[in-house]
């Protein structure tokens, strides 16, 4: 075969230019991937303090005593929960959320009695990324975590039965 018979010839060209363009288009379906990953997370996230919000609100708590006031912050790691509406948070939250602590909050008084209180819980994690540091061997610039937080309020149902004042 000639040299110019040899250069006109394109037999296997898409296939090299498919073995070039292939790790791109994986890298850029992983980093799609991992972000959808991400948004799930958080997605659960919600659901979970959500939830324990509701456990929180029918649980009696200091309340009970009308002298004990009735506002409090209960922080606690997931590996080390303890608390009832901690752990409940803490079983619903996915395992891609690492080094999770849970906060629950308990606001308003009891006594004097008002008819505004709420308990809030919060989650905070850290999602690192899988696929998405892929990037990183491409010569970009990528944080392989990112934090995130979630939380969720609900009414307290154990409320005082009267309240002197009006409630807004």
């Known amino acids: 075969m000639s ?13 090299i230019e498919l073995g070039l363009i292939t ?6 379906l992983y980093v799609a991937m991992d972000f959808g990953l991400l948004f799930f997370t958080a997605h659960y996230t919600q659901n979970a303090v ?17 002298s004990v006031p009735c ?7 997931c590996l080390t929960a303890s608390a009832t509406v901690v752990r409940e948070a803490c079983n619903r939250l996915p395992k891609a959320l690492t080094g999770a602590s849970v906060s ?3 606001t308003g008084l009891y006594y004097p009695a008002t008819c505004m209180r709420e308990v809030k819980v919060t989650a905070r994690g850290t999602y690192t990324y899988g696929l998405y540091r892929v990037m990183s061997l ?27 004042g009006t409630c807004t």
Do not use: H, W
């Open 3 to 15: 040299a110019r018979k040899l250069l006109r010839n394109r037999q296997g060209q898409g296939i």
């Open 23 to 28: 790790p791109l288009l994986l890298a850029a």
């Open 50 to 66: 959500r939830e324990a919000s509701r456990i929180g609100a029918i649980m009696p708590d200091c309340a009970i005593d009308a």
């Open 71 to 77: 506002v409090q912050t209960v922080t606690q790691p």
């Open 104 to 106: 629950v909050t308990l």
């Open 138 to 164: 491409m010569g970009f610039a990528v944080s392989p975590t990112t934090s995130l937080s979630r939380s969720a309020d609900a009414r307290y149902q154990g409320q005082p039965v009267t309240v002197t």
